[in-house]
């Protein structure tokens, strides 16, 4: 068996903790709740869904387009794409899901270097939060 690339372990590790972050900035008191439908739960049990699918590197990382989902809405209800869009349209003004679609389509290249650059970004911002 081939052994993962560097590459595929940075994305790897940078997908980790950015989901840990996603999912930490929405807790109160380690409880977030769900962008979709509202359920409340650990930040744990939680998972950090896309708007967006994750294919699309131009907004993997987007912080608006990754919200706190379920695993319910996120996974067996394929992220509820239509109530995520009009909920980003509540939330960060009329527009917003049209311009995460088309940013979404753009052509987005990052490297190894902007890939480590995000993981310390993102590793910091996680610290932080957890010392609330």
């Known amino acids: 068996m081939a052994k993962k690339t560097q590459r595929k372990k940075l994305i790897e590790k940078l997908d980790k903790i950015f989901s840990v972050y996603i999912r930490l900035r929405e807790a109160k008191a380690e409880i977030a ?19 967006q ?6 907004t993997r990382w987007d912080e608006i387009n990754c919200q706190v989902q379920c695993a319910s809405c996120n996974v067996f209800r394929f992220g509820e794409q239509y109530i995520f869009g009009v909920n980003l349209d509540k939330k960060y ?12 389509r753009e052509t987005y290249k990052i490297d190894n270097y902007e890939l480590g650059v995000l993981i310390t970004k993102y590793e ?5 939060l957890l010392k609330v």
């Open 53 to 58: 699918s994750r294919k699309h590197y131009s």
């Open 93 to 104: 003004g009329t527009g917003t899901s049209d311009e995460i679609h088309k940013k979404s």
């Open 33 to 51: 709740q769900c962008f979709t439908c509202g359920k409340k739960d650990h930040y744990k049990k939680l998972q950090n869904g896309h708007f």
């Open 124 to 128: 910091d911002l996680v610290k932080e």
